[in-house]
């Protein structure tokens, strides 16, 4: 066994809140049904595309007599970015999965999807889950990014699990990743292979929500660091006075983690990406903004300030936007312009290339971007055709544009202004954090939910813990369908179906408390130092959950 140190020691010690109904019954519940769903949007579309596992309804567990079952085997996968809590999910559903039947089995698919295609597993023992118990990190089974969308694919997993005896998988993974897992409920259905599949909602980015999912795992523990490190950070430039942080945080598309932390610290500026596309503000217009708030606070005499700015804010700029979709569809896997570009060879030649195809406008946009962020806006896609947004510098381009434009203001020179940009990164240093107690309980009581589900014979379902602003002890639980997330997206230049990403609501409680004192955090150094996660100690410091849950939810 790999050393541990003192804190962990005394963790793994920790045992995870269950709602009462799992708590008193264990897995033997009884499953109360809902009305029949429809997906969120594209009905007659999606109801074709999955018509074994369309409209079913939603579950909520009550106490009940489900009996013990004959043993079973089952498969797990932790699927795309790392979020904290995902051990205690595979900790929830071994202890569901033992409760149901001592015999059980729980077989651990290595490396994400690929691992569930090319049979590379490991099983999870008893002893193999006790080490893991509330840690950080995906590295009891690792990730991956495979995509698993091929007929050839699901035949491969299916005869992997028909050699192995396997006749349930669990997907713990992002909307993408259950999108997979709905596929493949969906095929594994028309199929007559009586293998259920069940997703568990994770992602950091937050962004895998709506009236059933409250939250998705790893947001609560991520933000939570980020914002620790964003207050260290405040610190600093309060007591040096002579640095503005510029500071990009993860979340791919939404910006939630941005706002989450904004409302943690009082940061002096954090841009919200889905403002900006309402707004429809152009990027000339984010950095003549940002450079006035900077000559404000220079004229009072504070030369420092922090700025958050969100990882998917490029895509948000609406002119931008609509030339990262260009660029998509020119660099579509399999696409004849695709395999153009890739035969170039240098910068020069690729934009050029890109520059030749794009229409008339985004071309002038493109025109006006510096080369290396063109280059970064043309890297490889990720699996699900996504740009790599984490690659790309927004943080630094905002600091040279709004240092470029304070060199040529000479009231704010006189008035002794000076901008000395610093800029960071914040993505990695959360991802795999130790799960916050709200993450851990969180965590396990979704990994016993999807055991509960497994036993109970349901396939296409996600697991679904909810009121969880609530004391663990209030919290209720189910399954809600995973088609009923769905919508029609587009995506290497085609129409996928695809789990809706929840963006931040303009109206929604926490943008609005946010838009409330924003104008305030400008001006004023109004900082928050939210210090480390605790896991020892009183229950508001420890068990608090973050504030867009509790605005939410609370
Ligand atoms: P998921 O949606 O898979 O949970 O990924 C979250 C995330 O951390 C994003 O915030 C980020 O853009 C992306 O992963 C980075 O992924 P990678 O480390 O694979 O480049």
């Given amino acids: 066994m790999a050393p541990i140190s003192a804190l962990q020691q005394a963790r793994a010690a920790y045992q995870p809140k269950l709602p009462t109904v799992l708590a008193e019954n264990g897995p033997f519940v009884t499953l109360v049904e809902g009305a029949a769903t429809e997906s969120v949007a594209d009905q007659a579309a999606i109801g074709e595309l999955f018509a074994n596992t369309y409209g079913l309804p939603t579950i909520t567990f009550a ?15 932790l699927s795309g970015g790392q979020a904290p809590g995902g051990h205690n999910v595979i900790a929830g559903l071994f202890d569901g999965l033992k409760a149901l039947n001592e015999d059980n089995e729980l077989f651990g698919f290595l490396g994400g999807p690929s691992g569930l295609v090319n049979d590379k597993f490991r099983m999870l023992t008893e002893e193999v889950v006790d080490e893991y118990r509330n840690t950080g990190g995906f590295d009891i089974i690792c990730s991956g990014r495979t995509k698993l969308e091929t007929e050839e694919q699901f035949e491969q997993v299916a005869a992997n699990c028909a050699k192995r005896g396997i006749s349930a998988l669990v997907i713990i993974g992002g909307d993408d990743s259950n999108t997979n897992a709905c596929l493949l409920a969906e095929w594994m259905k028309a199929k007559g292979k009586g293998i259920q599949v069940i997703g568990c909602p994770k992602t950091i980015d937050g962004d895998l929500r709506n009236e059933q999912i409250e939250i998705s795992f790893g947001f609560d523990t991520a933000t939570k660091v980020y914002s620790e490190l964003i207050g260290n ?46 707004e429809k503000q152009t990027l000339a217009g984010i ?8 000559k404000a606070r220079a004229l009072a005499g504070n030369n420092f300030g922090i700025v958050l700015v969100p990882e998917g804010l490029i895509e948000f700029i609406p002119s931008l936007g609509v030339l990262i979709g260009e660029l998509n569809d020119l660099l579509a896997e399999g696409s004849a312009t695709a395999a153009e570009f890739a035969k170039l060879s240098g910068l020069g030649a ?53 240092a470029a434009v304070l060199k040529k203001d000479a009231e704010y020179k006189a008035a002794g202004g000076r901008f000395s940009p610093q800029t960071h990164f914040f993505g990695y240093e959360g991802r795999c954090a130790a799960p916050s107690n709200f993450d851990a309980d969180y965590c396990y009581s979704l990994g016993y939910t999807a055991a509960t589900l497994i036993g109970a014979g349901r396939t296409a379902y996600m697991a679904s813990v909810r009121n969880v602003a609530s004391p663990a002890c209030e919290w209720e639980a189910g399954g809600t369908p995973l088609t009923m997330m769905m919508n029609m997206e587009r995506r290497h230049g085609h129409d996928r179906p695809v789990i809706r990403k929840a963006l ?3 109206d929604g409680k926490p943008f609005l408390s946010f838009a409330a004192n924003r104008a305030r955090w400008a001006v004023e150094t109004d900082y928050v130092y939210p210090g480390p996660i605790q896991y020892f100690g009183p229950t508001e410091v420890c068990d608090a959950a973050n504030v867009t849950l509790m605005l939410e939810r609370g």
């Avoid at 007599?65 to 797990?76: C, M």
């Avoid at 598309?253 to 500026?269: D, G, K, P, W």
Wanted: glycine share 6%; net charge negative; charged share 20%.
């Fill in 63 to 77: 106490p009940g007599s489900q009996k013990e079952l004959p043993a079973i085997k089952v498969g797990v996968i």
């Fill in 233 to 278: 950070i405040m610190r600093d430039a309060n007591s040096a006075r002579k640095y503005w942080h510029f500071i990009k945080l993860m979340g791919r598309s939404a910006s939630h983690i941005a706002l989450e932390c904004a409302l943690q610290t009082h940061a002096n500026y954090c841009l919200i990406s889905e403002e900006v596309e309402a």
């Fill in 287 to 294: 950095v003549a903004d940002l450079a006035a708030m900077v």
């Fill in 350 to 402: 690729q934009i050029a290339f890109a520059s030749g195809k794009l229409t008339p406008a985004s071309a002038e946009t493109f025109a006006g971007l510096p080369d290396t962020l063109k280059g970064q806006l043309m890297a490889d896609r990720d699996p699900h055709g996504n740009v790599q947004v984490s690659k790309i510098e927004t943080e630094k381009l905002l600091a040279d544009m709004v």
């Fill in 504 to 506: 931040v609501e303009l």
